[in-house]
């Protein structure tokens, strides 16, 4: 089975910068995924990492190291709307993509 | 506006009732998937379909039933609800399967309370 660990909450200021950390252990590994996910709604792309080292979009950017079986993903400049859940997902060797939990990230003014 | 239709949004249902959760993609993806969302314990993969024609199961399969019959639709069955099939459900497609850039499309999920 896979095994993808994530901090359940984090909670961080207005303009702060906050760090979701994602531990994974899965049946070979094809590619790590970011959804984000607002309260009541569908979860939406953020980024897809496949090969080691950093992914820069915008106030987004996602981390991996394929080594550590370790993924971040990077929030700068965080406004109020990025309260949200942010899943981790890691598509491993029969190309079904598997989720963490979730983090709920609560801004704060 | 390209994207998944999922029906009904919420419904009530008494334990033994057979339902039907209803998915319409309209955007000619290959491979579509049922997950189930709890509090805790994140998105779960229920039954999966590579293509048209072809269905699979995922990590928590039992009670559930899909069909393909053709690329837009993938309706999900609860044969006879449990209290614990009390869940959000979503289902989600992308263009193909079996690709470590498959990056999935959701609907908007199906809230389903089982009395």
């Known amino acids: 089975g896979q095994n993808i660990d994530q901090p359940t909450e984090m909670t961080a200021t207005e303009g702060a910068i906050v760090q979701i950390n994602c531990t994974y252990q899965?049946?070979?590994?094809?590619?790590l995924f970011w959804y984000q996910q607002h309260a009541g709604e569908a979860p939406t792309f953020l980024s897809y990492n496949v090969l080691d080292g950093l992914e820069e979009k915008g106030r987004f950017s996602s981390f991996l190291s394929r080594s550590k079986g370790y993924s971040y993903l990077l929030l700068k400049e965080l406004q109020m709307k990025d309260s949200a859940s942010y899943l981790c997902?890691?598509?491993?060797?029969?190309?079904?993509?598997?989720f963490g939990a979730g983090t709920t990230v609560t801004v704060r003014a | 506006i390209a994207g998944i239709t999922q029906a009904p949004t919420s419904q009530i249902l008494a334990a033994g009732r057979r339902m039907t959760l209803r998915c319409t993609q309209d955007m000619r993806h290959n491979a579509m998937y049922w997950y189930r969302q709890d509090l805790g314990l994140g998105l779960r993969l229920i039954h999966y379909?590579?293509?048209?024609?072809?269905?699979g199961k995922g990590e928590v399969p039992d009670g559930y039933s899909v069909s393909r019959a053709n690329t837009d639709d993938f309706p999900l069955t609860l044969a006879s609800a449990v209290p614990s099939q009390t869940s959000v459900y979503f289902c989600a497609s992308s263009a193909e399967a079996g690709s470590g850039a498959n990056v999935l499309t959701f609907g908007a999920g199906s809230r389903l309370t089982v009395l």
């Open positions: 379909s590579n293509t048209a024609g072809t269905t």
């Open positions: 997902a890691v598509i491993s060797n029969d190309y079904k993509l598997s």
């Open positions: 899965t049946s070979g590994f094809n590619g």
